[in-house]
Nanobody, 121 residues
Framework: QVQLVESGGGLVQAGGSLRVSCTAS????????MGWYRQAAGKERELVAE???????NYADFVRGRFTISRDNAKNTMYLQMNSLKPEDTAVYYC???????????????WGRGTQVTVSS
């Protein structure tokens, strides 16, 4: 069973740093990480950072210069390094990916269950 699992969330003081990870597990033919999203309490899910098909990184204005997205294809893992964290960064962070289970299948979209990031003031 293919799944995405996030880890690395936690409680940090404003100005601090965290790195969250997203690892794909199970058997699959091809994995394309899409990006990181977040959802704060009472708000809609929003894009934080994404990796476009040509490898270009794209960031939401509210994290540009503070967050960095990266991936390690050998480990089937995507990361989000978060620096200079602010209380408004508090949210559940989700990763997304498009995965092809078998070579003859089309890609399907997958989401992790999320990891909580809380930034105290």
């Amino acid at each position: 069973q293919v799944q995405l699992v996030e880890s690395g969330g936690g409680l940090v003081q404003a100005g601090g740093s965290l790195r969250v990870s997203c690892t794909a597990s199970g058997n699959f033919f091809r994995l394309n990480f899409m990006g990181w999203y977040r959802q704060a309490a009472g708000k809609e899910r929003e894009l934080v950072a994404e990796i476009i098909s040509d490898g270009t990184e794209n960031y939401a204005d509210f994290v540009r210069g503070r967050f960095t997205i990266s991936r390690d294809n050998a480990k089937n893992t995507m990361y989000l390094q978060m620096n200079s964290l602010k209380p408004e960064d508090t949210a559940v962070y989700y990763c997304s990916a498009r995965i092809k289970t078998y070579s003859w299948q089309s890609y399907s979209n997958y989401w992790g269950r999320g990891t909580q990031v809380t930034v105290s003031s």
